[in-house]
């Protein structure tokens, strides 16, 4: 069974591109989380949607970041434009929603960029 | 508000050595909890979880046992091995909202 689906795995660019990050959940999921992750500020959520809908965007930096799902089975997050100090590791996740509460999360093996 | 706490490493044990690393929580209700282990250049996996007061969740010779009195989740491991050297991230979930909250994660380096 595959698991959470990110692309590129790497991505290195200059100052000023457009980057654009892939994500496909678990089929099933309803539930889809944006991460980044550096050595300073650690692992920081930047939004997530339910059934395609955003529901938190409140991490997302700034006006340059913006996400989108627009079915079930796939979201970007968009970078323009990119800055070094975007330069981290990008995770998505999903999950799905059960009696009681949302399930546990499942990660993507993330997206290394560098913004040079 | 919702938060996690947990101990600041870098945390270096010797192989076979006794693992405890504190994770104490502040949520509205009682939360699912849940250790996540992260594997160097890896994204995140689920190592164990519980699910409601005095839960243990298990998984790989981990423990962890859900205490409300303390609001504790703290993750144990009798004998740790070389293949142990990870990230280890405690969470629970944000209330009835589907994100988790993550503490900051405790490296942790097991030398043989």
């Known amino acids: 069974d595959a698991g959470v689906i990110q692309s590129p795995r790497h991505e290195v660019t200059e100052m000023g591109q457009e980057v654009t990050l892939r994500c496909k959940p678990i089929?099933?999921?309803?539930?889809l989380f944006w991460y980044r992750q550096t050595m300073m500020r650690g692992l920081e959520l930047l939004i997530y949607?339910?059934?395609?809908?955003?529901?938190?965007d409140s991490g997302m930096p700034e006006d340059r970041f913006s996400a989108k799902m627009p079915n079930a089975s796939f979201s970007t997050l968009k970078i323009q434009p990119s800055e070094p100090r975007d330069s981290a590791v990008y995770f998505c996740?999903?999950?799905?929603?059960?009696?009681?509460?949302?399930?546990?999360?499942?990660f993507g093996p993330g997206t290394r960029l560098t913004v040079t | 508000g919702n938060s996690v706490t947990q101990m600041e490493g870098p945390v270096t044990l010797s192989e076979e050595a006794f693992l405890t690393i504190n994770c104490t929580y502040t949520?509205?209700?009682?939360?699912?909890l849940f250790w996540y282990v992260q594997y160097p250049g890896e994204g995140l996996q689920l190592l164990l979880k519980?699910?409601?007061?005095?839960d243990k969740g298990s998984n790989k010779g981990f423990e962890a046992t859900y205490r409300k009195e303390t609001t504790s989740f703290h993750l144990e491991k009798g004998s740790v091995q070389v293949s142990d050297s990870a990230v280890y991230f405690c969470?629970?979930?944000?209330?009835?909202?589907?994100?988790?909250?993550f503490g900051k994660g405790t490296k942790l380096s097991v030398k043989p």
């Open positions: 996740a999903s999950s799905f929603s059960r009696l009681g509460g949302p399930s546990e999360q499942y």
């Open positions: 089929s099933g999921h309803d539930y």
């Open positions: 949607f339910n059934n395609n809908v955003p529901i938190d």
């Open positions: 949520a509205t209700g009682y939360p699912s």
């Open positions: 519980a699910t409601k007061a005095d």
């Open positions: 969470a629970h979930h944000g209330g009835s909202q589907g994100n988790l909250i």
